[in-house]
């Protein structure tokens, strides 16, 4: 009888263990999607001010020593990011990142985190839906998406595959597969 008190004791401490890890990796989470929040606020702020001529390279913004492309807009789900013209964890933070490809050679790949301040209502885009980027020049890039999917999260050949203008992902919620957005370009136009 002790040993099965022992045991219950034993496997309530590891419960309680595991909620608790569970509850501080969620408080991480919410506190880092605050920050990049915070963060992305900023730079769209400082986007909107910016003179590229005041700048020595035209075609990307500097701000607080990262480089973006330009700005993402969804309009049906209220998302707007700014584009960081690399993908690395730091920047990942700040926006969505170019993950491969660019907006002239009609094969840009972006990424970006599921937080509340940048793409967790992603899965929710219809097939349709317009997405657009501005570039620095304020030329407007209106893609429609023509497809959505869910692939494995290291399947990298999947992100990349295709004839298509512009991706856009994100991880899914547990994170082990990503929800992918492809989109087909429709026109250019010059604000």
């Known amino acids: 009888m002790k040993i099965k008190k022992r045991f219950g004791k034993v496997l309530l401490a590891i419960g309680i263990v595991l909620i608790s890890i569970s509850v501080i990796m969620v408080i991480k989470y919410e506190l880092q999607d605050m920050k990049s929040g915070k963060i992305i606020k900023d730079v769209l702020h400082k986007i909107e001010e910016y003179d590229a001529q005041d700048h020595d390279d035209s075609m990307l913004y500097r701000i607080n020593d990262t480089k973006y492309i330009g700005v993402l807009n969804i309009p049906s789900l209220g998302v707007v990011l700014p584009i960081c013209s690399e993908w690395n964890s730091e920047n990942s933070e700040k926006g969505v990142c170019r993950y491969l490809g660019n907006i002239d050679e009609r094969n840009l790949i972006l990424a970006g985190h599921n937080y509340r301040s940048m793409l967790r209502s992603l ?26 999917e869910v692939v494995g999260g290291y399947n990298s050949k999947a992100m990349i595959s295709g004839e298509w203008d512009m991706t856009v992902f994100t991880c899914t919620i547990p994170g082990n597969t990503r929800y992918v957005v492809r989109c087909v370009l429709n026109e250019r136009v010059k604000t």
């Open 123 to 148: 899965s929710e885009i219809e097939t349709g839906s317009e997405i657009i980027i501005t570039d620095i020049n304020q030329a407007e890039h209106h893609y429609t998406v023509t497809y959505t």
